[in-house]
Nanobody, 126 residues
């Protein structure tokens, strides 16, 4: 039974930083696609960053150069370092995984469908 639990959200001022963590159980973090999504009120959920099976990373244009996704395979933790935060980054952030080994996951011409989701952690930037 895959379980993803996020933490690290909070309220910060514009220009500040936060680091989100996602602890995975019954899931090989270093083998499969994993990603961070976010959803703001009234908007659809959208991909923010992903890390593929080979460790390659991809980002939404809106966060490139400010966010960094990484993982600790041994600890089974996925991270999202968010720097230079902007009010537009305000959203609920979700960790996602799927037992698919691929070097292109969400950000591809044939995006994989993530099936495992955490409960979300709120990020508010003022």
């Amino acid at each position: 039974h895959v379980q993803l639990v996020e933490s690290g959200g909070g309220s910060v001022q514009a220009g500040g930083s936060l680091r989100l963590s996602c602890v995975a159980s019954d899931y090989t973090v270093g083998r499969y696609c994993m990603a961070w999504f976010r959803q703001a009120p009234g908007e659809e959920r959208a991909g923010v960053a992903e890390i593929a099976s080979d460790g390659s990373t991809r980002y939404a244009d809106s966060v490139k150069g400010r966010f960094t996704i990484s993982r600790d395979n041994a600890k089974k933790i996925l991270y999202l370092q968010m720097d230079n935060l902007k009010p537009d980054d305000t959203a609920m952030y979700y960790c996602a995984g799927v037992r698919v080994s691929a070097n292109y996951c969400y950000f591809s011409s044939a995006p994989v469908e993530y099936v495992n989701w955490g409960q979300g952690t709120q990020v508010t930037v003022s």
